[in-house]
């Protein structure tokens, strides 16, 4: 099925990417090929081959933080801020839902305690502090959702829509041809087949919200927790630094343009630490280049995997990765990948 629309994101959902093949330590790739890739991991490999390598071929995980665990309560609210009836769309109710997930989240944590979540506060202040910027944020959701009403706007026609297409059609350095959807517990030589002309790239994405605008055209919506970007160096480096934080939207664009048959007009970030909100048109030529950076990408990661080389690509971002420990840029004793 060349596209797909499934459900809301669900606990235990499948991984990013998925990757074949084995090595002796244990890690995964080198004979292997991905299989699928998703927005987060076309940002991980372009920040840093690395960082790739560790998240998405080894699938290490980053230790949970208290931005990372707010991320997903405040989403997973807001994800259910919809199903309420309309006249039961206020703060009280949104902080009920927020105990509830709450509630989930601990649960989980109980099952399996590598989530860490319970180890994120040290005294009940942290945790109480920590509750009360969740709730700020949903607060300033509901102030968000009064402002559209007012511009005369209704209800989101998706939430948390996931969607999968495959693109075909092309050569590859990699020399193979990908032709299964991404899923759990993949073998060694499980969709990959030997091919020197033919490929296809499976790209997936979760779209927090599609909109329908008043003038009838789709908007890509996309919440963050944290706050707008400080415009304050160059022109030219603003306008690259915004660029970066809309291409993810654009490929949830290109994918609604696939799997639903329609290509939205609009794109907006709503940053809930403010609020503020930053909305762009997509001109009817993006989503063409979109697509051409996705496989030019994809290509990349396929060289990477068949030469089993993922270098680090050092930058500001590196003080905050999770994975000095074992990175050949901050030790170069350790070997590269």
Known sequence: MPGALMSTRAAGASKDVAALGSRKDGSRPVEGMVRSISPSAVAAFQQCPQLFYYRYILGLKSPPTRETLKGIAVHEVLSLFFTLEEGSRDIGHLHELFRKVMTGLIAQDKE????????????????????VECLDLVANFVRVESDARDD?????EHVELRMTHEFGGGETAAGRHIVEEEGEGGQAGDGVAASNTAWS???????????RC???????????????????YSEATNQRIMDEKFFQLQIYALLVERVLGEAPGEMR???LKGPASVTRKIEPAALPSVEGELRSTWDEIAGSVRRDSFPPRTSRLCDWCSFQDRCPAFDPALEER
């Open 112 to 131: 399996d305690p590598s989530r860490g979540y319970g180890k994120l506060f040290e005294t009940q202040e942290e945790e109480k502090k920590w509750v």
């Open 214 to 232: 008043p003038d009838g055209t789709l908007r890509v919506v996309d919440y963050k927790t944290g706050k707008i970007p400080n415009l304050k």
């Open 152 to 156: 005369g706007e209704g209800d989101p």
């Open 201 to 211: 790239m499976n790209v997936t994405g979760i779209v927090d919200r599609l909109d």
């Open 269 to 271: 970030l709503v940053y």
